[in-house]
Nanobody, 126 residues
Framework: QVQLVESGGGLVQPAGSLRLSCAAS????????MGWFRQAPGKEREFVAG????????YYADSVKGRFTISRDNAENTVYLQMNALKPEDTGVYFC???????????????????WGQGTQVIVSS
């Protein structure tokens, strides 16, 4: 069992920045690909960014490319999402998620992930 705890959300003005963190429990973090998803009110949960376990390959939704950066620190069991140039449409609850151990999939759908955090709220508004 892996527990994921997100932090770092809040209210930010358009064009501002936020850094989200997700702390994972257990000893398998370095063997799991990780992802960030978000869900706006009344909408389905959507993929934002992912990072693989083996080579730390990163991949992004088109809507955030060039603005968001995902990274991981295996020594700290933590994955980060640096969000710059935020837009009102980035508003939502942001979820951290973990794949199965040693999964080779560059997962961009919710079905690729087996563990989820509770989410952290991000509001982009002036």
């Amino acid at each position: 069992q892996v527990q994921l705890v997100e932090s770092g959300g809040g209210l930010v003005q358009p064009a501002g920045s936020l850094r989200l963190s997700c702390a994972a429990s257990g000893r398998t973090f370095s063997s799991r690909s990780m992802g960030w998803f978000r869900q706006a009110p009344g909408k389905e949960r959507e993929f934002v960014a992912g990072i693989s376990w083996r080579f730390e390959t990163t991949y992004y939704a088109d809507s955030v490319k060039g603005r968001f950066t995902i990274s991981r620190d295996n020594a700290e069991n933590t994955v980060y999402l640096q969000m710059n140039a935020l837009k009102p449409e980035d508003t939502g609850v942001y979820f951290c998620a973990a794949q199965r151990i040693l999964s080779p999939i560059e997962g961009n759908t919710t079905t690729n992930y087996v563990y989820w955090g509770q989410g952290t709220q991000v509001i982009v508004s002036s």
